[in-house]
């Protein structure tokens, strides 16, 4: 297993292995008959941290505790020689594994499959673009002895900045591979069109960030399984509390933490969340069983792109209330949206709450607070759409600047999903390096205003967008 050469299992080993299958045994049962019957909320409070664990292994502490260790010491050789060859789960190392990022990643395998029958698992990594990194570059390796073999992937070009700059400089400019990009990724046809026998995966990201772009993620991946591809999905502007790809069919969803699932603006990270046996083309049986375990084991063991002890728990710690703030967030932004649609001064709100937006009704198929069936409140589905929104100011790129300055509450940066509301022009930020003729790709126009809202009172958020655009009508 997960290469090198075969191992010899002394008996002393077969102990350790015996002894560990006992517990994965116990674990995997604790998930099926235990934590999989839980509600969202119950899975992002506890995860896979039970009074058992605490008791047996971390002297009761009732908070998953922070190991900042770079490594376990082993009882003996047998038990060395069986971790570090992958036949028993260890913390040999912590760029391989810790027991803090163990819990942060089984919490967001468990609420990314959320209502999945089968079977989810992740890999924590430093960033949301270390996470896209390693949801996409295993499936670039050559198949064939030729280094110039052609390898190309499909992408919504609607996506962050940073998945612009690693696709087109890194991936194309730099390695050759071909990265197409698809416009409207509501038109299935386009998709189908640019598959080859040479494509490696679909990625898609949505809604994404800033444009709000939106697919239909079961025909896409339909689409992608006809042709033994992966789909991966961006989620991150979504979160599981509104949106689960991996229900609908996507094989890969990529988070950028850093956002929504951890509002609080404590650092940086990500994760990667792939469903288990997943379609692929390239041939690697043992990164389609278990994708998330195989980065985590073997490509990102050699890149090291790991995220640390102390940022997984603080994340962590976010996560437990992402529904009911996810709910929070989303009402109030439906409220400065409709706010915004009827003020002179802006020229267009882009909100996937907003009937008026194009993509209104296929969003409104996927994105559902999670559980508001079950909620007291609600008793029945209903749709939530994230905290993320953007208007263009009447007047072009200077009155939207002169309206952003004139915030007083929102923060201006380069920054979205926190509990505080924040603000941000792309064109001269996150999209400011793919230049003019990317920003167009990416339909970013100069007056836009990305606007995230938090958990302040609506009503503030809105008098202080009300006051900063008086500023921008006045010459
Ligand atoms: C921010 C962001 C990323 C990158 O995540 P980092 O944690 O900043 O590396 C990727 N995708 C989306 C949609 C984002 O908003």
Redesign the pocket.
């Known amino acids: 297993m997960y290469g090198g050469d075969e191992i010899t299992i002394t008996p002393g080993m077969q102990r350790y292995i015996d002894r560990n299958n006992l517990y994965l045994g116990r674990r995997d049962r604790y998930i099926r008959d235990v934590v999989k019957k839980w509600k969202f909320d119950t899975i992002a409070v506890h995860g896979l941290y039970s009074v058992e664990d605490a008791i047996e292994d971390y002297q009761g502490a009732i908070i998953e505790p922070i190991f900042m260790s770079s490594s376990q010491a082993f009882r003996d050789s047998d038990e060395m020689a069986a971790a570090l060859g992958y036949l028993i789960p260890s913390w040999c190392y912590s760029r391989i594994a810790n027991p803090s990022t163990y819990y942060y990643e089984w919490t967001l395998a468990l609420l990314e499959g959320y209502g999945y029958e089968g079977e989810t698992s992740a890999c924590s990594t430093s960033?949301?673009?270390?996470a896209?990194m390693t949801a996409v570059q295993p499936f670039l390796v050559h198949v064939e002895t030729s280094v110039h073999e052609p390898r190309n992937f499909l992408a919504t070009a609607q996506c962050?900045g940073?998945?612009f700059q690693q696709f087109n400089v890194r991936l194309q400019q730099e390695r050759g591979v071909e990265c197409r990009w698809i416009e409207d990724p509501t038109n299935l046809d386009e998709w189908a069109a640019k598959i080859d026998q040479n494509t490696r995966f679909l990625y898609g990201?949505l809604p994404s960030?800033p444009g709000l772009g939106f697919f239909d993620i079961r025909r896409v991946a339909e689409l992608a399984h006809a042709h033994s591809l992966p789909l991966v999905c961006?989620s991150?502007?979504a979160t599981p509390a509104l949106l689960r790809p991996i229900c609908h069919g996507a094989d890969i969803v990529?988070q950028?933490t850093?956002?929504s699932l951890t509002s609080s603006g404590f650092g940086?990270?990500?994760a990667i969340i792939a469903r288990k046996n997943l379609v692929a083309s390239i041939p690697n049986d043992e990164l389609k069983r278990d994708f998330a375990l195989y980065v985590k084991y073997l490509p990102n063991r050699d890149y090291g792109p790991n995220l640390h002890p102390m940022q997984a728990i603080v994340s962590l710690n976010d996560m437990r209330t992402l529904r009911s703030k996810m709910d929070l967030m989303s009402r109030s932004t439906m409220k400065v949206a409709r706010f915004l649609e009827q003020h002179p001064q802006v020229e267009q709100v882009e909100y996937l709450g907003l009937p008026s937006h194009p993509r209104h009704e296929l969003a409104s198929r996927y994105m559902w607070l999670v559980d508001a069936e079950h909620d007291e409140q609600y008793g029945k589905p209903v749709n939530r759409y994230g905290h993320l929104m953007s208007f263009c100011v009447r007047g072009g790129h200077e009155a939207a600047r002169k309206a952003f300055d004139g915030l007083q509450r929102i923060w201006r940066a380069t920054d979205?999903g926190r509990i505080k509301s924040v603000a941000t022009i792309p064109a001269i930020s996150t999209h400011q390096q793919q230049g003019e003729a990317g920003r167009k790709l990416a339909g970013i126009p100069p007056n836009l205003i990305r606007l995230c809202v938090g958990a302040e009172h609506p009503d503030d958020i809105i008098a202080d967008l009300d006051q900063a655009l008086g500023r921008a009508s006045k010459k």
């Open positions: 960033s949301g673009m270390a896209i962050y940073g998945t990201e960030n961006d991150t502007v990529v950028s850093t956002k940086i990270c990500g979205l």
